[in-house]
């Protein structure tokens, strides 16, 4: 297939890309990120004019829209180009996948459910995204859906903490990361007491997503794996694997605002459509970034 990827500069995307064409896909990536490579082209999703370009000179079967402003303190502090990116850009996106006949793979985010509790199913009416980000990403889903019923082939997918050694390093980034960057450099980490997640490994996410690519019709699913840990848990491992003492590293704290605190997907319609089972579990992933990590001079 063809494949446009668009953020492909992005965490995700720089798995994503390089997976497709292991898998024998013909993949061009767009992000703004300045850059010159084989099978790239930089471009802002807000520019029209850019966004045709890179369309219409390679006709896509399938478009993976990753391009997105994203997190909770990005989107909160940057309401109005978070709303241009994840809403009018998106809509430049789905307009121009219905023009050439590619399927949409839209990236929303977990963070659509807010504090509701309990399972989060695809089915569920109650969502109540308790930030910007994942308003914004809620927004997104409904002109994903409109146009669905204009002819747009279209899957919605909501991921649940995808995580990498390769993560881009920041304050900003996943817990992972955070924790383990910060506990190498001798800092102390706050863990947020009573969260729970689901984490999954980026090795086996853009497997699930690649199967995306052959399901026929519209669906909406969610992209995790049965790997539900505590925050404390996560911080006991990490300090564990660096021969750490708990209590002399990590702060507890309650949960901040504009944060969802427990995060358990249902998985049913992943493994219905893609029957695939999650290979790395939490230790094996940690001790992968712990080595990425540990030789680095902080």
Known sequence: MKILVTGSEGNIG????????????????????????????????????????????????????????????????????????????????????????????????????????????????????????????????????????????????????????????????????RFVTSLLKKERITVHTGSLRSWMHLDDAVVVLENLCYISGFQLLNIGSNCVYSMERIARIICEQLDLKYEDCVTESPLPEKMTLQKIPSLEKQYEFTEYLCKICIEEGITRIIAKLKDKRW
Do not use: W
Request: hydrophobic fraction near 40%; include cysteine; charged fraction near 20%.
């Open 14 to 177: 720089q798995v994503l890309v390089p997976y497709l064409r292991s898998q024998g896909h013909s993949v061009r990536g767009i992000d703004v990120v300045q850059n010159f490579k084989d099978g790239y082209l930089t471009v802002d999703i807000n520019n029209g004019a850019d966004l045709i370009n890179s369309f219409y000179s390679f006709l896509p079967d399938v478009v993976f829209h990753l391009a997105a402003m994203v997190s909770r303190v990005t989107c909160e502090s940057s309401p109005c180009t978070a709303v241009k990116t994840n809403l009018y850009g998106t809509e430049n996106i789905i307009q121009l996948c219905r023009q050439v006949n590619a399927k949409l793979i839209f990236f929303s985010t977990s963070e659509v459910y807010g504090n509701i509790g309990g399972v989060l199913s695809e089915d569920r009416t109650d969502l109540q995204p308790n930030n910007f980000y994942g308003l914004s990403k809620l927004i997104g889903e409904q002109l994903v859906k409109y146009d669905v019923e204009n002819g747009l082939d279209a899957i919605i997918v909501r991921p649940f903490m995808f995580y990498h050694e390769d993560e881009t390093i920041g304050d900003h980034r996943s817990a992972m990361i």
